[in-house]
């Protein structure tokens, strides 16, 4: 594969990216907090060329890293999005272990913390099909970096951070899956 097309396949699945969080994430408020990172461009979006969990795991420390050295005011947070490997649910569940394991052996467990997003994220006292795994359904596999002062900082400002996930799961149950799905549909580029 030529530079160029591996430039527009990265470009492809930012712009999907950023589409999933505008149209899904913000727009329904999914996460409170995420708004004022997109709007100021301090989220910070690594395409990860690997197409095995052993390479994903290089990434991930390279990422890890990036965002321990950053200024907060200029990288809040950031985006591993796999593509090409972890297309498997239960593959991506079992990885989070290796994620809990290069937190610790970068000793970063207290200063940042991972939240996941797969295409067919799915809780474990849910259906697959239910509408309520939406909450957590990327376009891409993904990880989502995260300042632990960023969190506590949003659970000392936020009312009742404690009840953002019962209250998302409610407004999707509201929705219907075919209005969630076709709304996910709509981040895609070519759609």
């Given at each position: 594969m030529n530079i160029t097309n591996e430039n527009a396949i990265e470009q492809k699945v930012i712009f999907e990216t950023k589409q999933w969080i505008e149209k899904i994430i913000i727009a329904h408020n999914f996460c409170p907090f995420a708004k004022k990172p997109f709007n100021q461009d301090t989220i910070h979006y690594k395409v990860s060329k690997a197409t095995s969990s052993e390479a994903v795991?290089?990434?991930l420390v390279d990422e890890l890293l990036c965002l321990h050295e950053a200024s907060p005011t200029e990288v809040e947070t950031?985006?591993?999005?796999?593509?090409?490997?972890?297309?498997d649910?239960?593959?991506y569940n079992q990885f989070l272990d290796v994620v809990d394991s290069a937190l610790e052996e970068l000793d970063l467990t207290d200063i940042i913390q991972v939240a996941s997003f797969h295409p067919k994220y799915c809780f474990a006292d849910l259906d697959p099909d239910d509408v309520r795994n939406y909450t957590n359904r990327s376009i891409y596999p993904m990880l989502h970096l995260i300042r632990e002062d960023s969190v506590e900082h949003a659970r000392a400002t936020h009312p009742d951070v404690e009840a953002i996930p019962e209250k998302n799961m409610d407004l999707l149950l509201e929705m219907g899956l075919d209005v969630i799905r076709h709304q996910r549909k709509s981040c895609l580029k070519n759609q």
């Amino acid at each position: 594969m030529n530079i160029t097309n591996e430039n527009a396949i990265e470009q492809k699945v930012i712009f999907e990216t950023k589409q999933w969080i505008e149209k899904i994430i913000i727009a329904h408020n999914f996460c409170p907090f995420a708004k004022k990172p997109f709007n100021q461009d301090t989220i910070h979006y690594k395409v990860s060329k690997a197409t095995s969990s052993e390479a994903v795991v290089d990434d991930l420390v390279d990422e890890l890293l990036c965002l321990h050295e950053a200024s907060p005011t200029e990288v809040e947070t950031s985006l591993l999005i796999v593509p090409d490997s972890l297309a498997d649910f239960e593959d991506y569940n079992q990885f989070l272990d290796v994620v809990d394991s290069a937190l610790e052996e970068l000793d970063l467990t207290d200063i940042i913390q991972v939240a996941s997003f797969h295409p067919k994220y799915c809780f474990a006292d849910l259906d697959p099909d239910d509408v309520r795994n939406y909450t957590n359904r990327s376009i891409y596999p993904m990880l989502h970096l995260i300042r632990e002062d960023s969190v506590e900082h949003a659970r000392a400002t936020h009312p009742d951070v404690e009840a953002i996930p019962e209250k998302n799961m409610d407004l999707l149950l509201e929705m219907g899956l075919d209005v969630i799905r076709h709304q996910r549909k709509s981040c895609l580029k070519n759609q």
